[in-house]
C-alpha cells in the first residue's frame, strides 16, 4: 500500500463525530472483536448494540487537549482507529496512552497499523506537546512483537492479569515509546 493512498483525520470533539464516523467506528470495533482482536471486548462476539455505549463515552470524553481518536481511510472508508488521550494533571502531563488501536480485517498485511501509528507518535509529539506514550498488550497476540518493531520497548508485564475463560489467563503487556 502506498503511504500517501492513506487520508488520517483527527476528532477531537463530540461535534467532530458525524453519524457517519460514528457508524464506521462502531463496526469497525465489532468487526475487529469478533475476529479476536484485542480491542476492548474480550468476549465476543458483540454487536453495535454492545459497542455503541462505550464509543459513546469515548466520543463524549473527545477534547484537543487530552483525547483524540485518530482515524485511517482508504478510498473514502474507514480502515483503521485509535484513540489517544493524556492526562492533564502536571505530575504526568508529559506521557499519553493508546487505546482501541484497530485496523479493519479485510486491509491488514498493507501497513495501515503502522501508518496510524507513526501518525499518532506524530501527533503525540507535535500537537499534543507529549514526550512518551504507553500502551498495555494483550499477550498471547504477538502484538509485542508488532509495536517492537515500531520502537515500543516492553517495560513490564501483569502476569495473568486478564481471564478470558476459566483456562485462558493472558499477561497484560505494558509498553513504552519514547522518545517520541
Excluded at 5 to 18: E, Y
Excluded at 81 to 97: Q, S
Aim: proline share 5%.
Amino acid at each position: 500500500m502506498a503511504p500517501g493512498s492513506l487520508v488520517f483525520q483527527q476528532l477531537t470533539s463530540s461535534d467532530d463525530v458525524t453519524a457517519k464516523h460514528r457508524s464506521a467506528l462502531a463496526e469497525c470495533w465489532v468487526e475487529v472483536t469478533n475476529a479476536g482482536g484485542a480491542a476492548g471486548f474480550p468476549f465476543p462476539p458483540v454487536d453495535v448494540d454492545t459497542v455503541t455505549p462505550a464509543l459513546d463515552r469515548l466520543i463524549d470524553q473527545l477534547a484537543p487537549d487530552t483525547s483524540r481518536i485518530v482515524t485511517a481511510t482508504m478510498d473514502g472508508e474507514l480502515a483503521g482507529w485509535l484513540n489517544v488521550r493524556r492526562d492533564r494533571f502536571e505530575l504526568i502531563a508529559h506521557w499519553g496512552t493508546l487505546h482501541h488501536v484497530q485496523t479493519r480485517t479485510a486491509v491488514r498485511g498493507l501497513g495501515i497499523g503502522r501508518a496510524l501509528m507513526e501518525e499518532v507518535r506524530r501527533i503525540a509529539r507535535d500537537e499534543m506537546g507529549l514526550e512518551q506514550l504507553r500502551l498495555a498488550a494483550r499477550g498471547g497476540m504477538g502484538l509485542e512483537a508488532f509495536y517492537g518493531r515500531l520502537g515500543w520497548h516492553e517495560t513490564g508485564r501483569w502476569p495473568g492479569a486478564l481471564r478470558l475463560t476459566p483456562s485462558d489467563d493472558r499477561d497484560e503487556i505494558l509498553m513504552m515509546l519514547a522518545p517520541l
